[in-house]
């Protein structure tokens, strides 16, 4: 197992800014994804953060609008960039062991966009 | 990516009584898993199944993969208030679009 740590846990941020969100690993891990929930619905994947690479982005998503970073195994940022109302969500870092498509979930960040 | 579908969306019943969730796809998975989420926190896995036709037991659940590896089941026997939660199908990284369960005292 691993345990998943994420900062901030909840934000209320105005529309235009930006926000950078913090995923912390207690152990190496290859493979770390971000996610996106709306309270009660399912989670959409929104990228695969590589380490020493460039995240693979889902269709629907962009990097100038979700920036990533993974500079290490046990760390990654996503940014949520020029923000507005709809960007309001939970977002959700998971990492995957070595199990086949196991996947251990942060805490998640609630975002509110004023 | 694949899709997963998830009956029912919503689901309240009583204490005591007993449900089954089904999860469907038009595509094969080599592996299906199913987690649950409580509010305010994160997934957490529940089992993960691998083999057509296998059937985990965990306690008062019950999970199966259908035999062509498109679908899968779970149930729940006795549910009790703590079962509430919003429970997700996943083939690995793709989730299903959940189903929320209510267990009223």
């Known amino acids: 197992s691993a345990v998943i740590s994420q900062k901030p846990s909840r934000d209320i941020c105005q529309r235009g800014t930006s926000l950078t969100i913090q995923c912390q690993v207690d152990?190496?891990?290859?493979?770390m994804f971000w996610y996106r929930q709306q309270p009660g619905q399912s989670l959409t994947l929104i990228a695969t953060?590589?380490?020493?690479?460039?995240?693979?982005?889902e269709s629907g998503f962009v990097i100038d609008k979700f920036p990533i970073s993974r500079p290490n195994l046990t760390f990654s940022t996503l940014t949520v960039s020029n923000m507005s109302p709809e960007d309001s969500s939970i977002y959700l870092c998971?990492?995957?062991?070595?199990?086949?498509?196991?996947?251990?979930f942060g805490p998640g960040t609630r975002l509110l966009v004023l | 990516t694949q899709l997963l579908e998830q009956s029912p969306q919503f689901l309240s019943i009583q204490e005591g009584e007993n449900l089954t969730v089904y999860c469907n796809s038009s595509?094969?998975?080599?592996?299906l898993q199913w987690y649950r989420q409580e509010p305010g926190e994160g997934p957490v896995l529940l089992v993960t199944?691998?083999?057509?036709?296998e059937v985990k037991k965990l306690k008062r659940l019950t999970f199966q993969f259908g035999d062509a590896r498109k679908d899968s089941s779970l149930h729940i026997t006795a549910a009790q208030p703590g079962d509430t939660g919003l429970y997700l199908c996943?083939?690995?990284?793709?989730f299903g679009t959940g189903t929320s369960l209510t267990v009223i005292p």
């Open positions: 953060a590589n380490q020493g690479s460039e995240a693979t982005y």
């Open positions: 998971s990492v995957s062991t070595t199990t086949v498509g196991t996947q251990y």
């Open positions: 595509s094969v998975f080599s592996s």
């Open positions: 199944v691998v083999t057509g036709g």
């Open positions: 152990s190496q891990v290859t493979m």
């Open positions: 996943a083939g690995g990284v793709y």
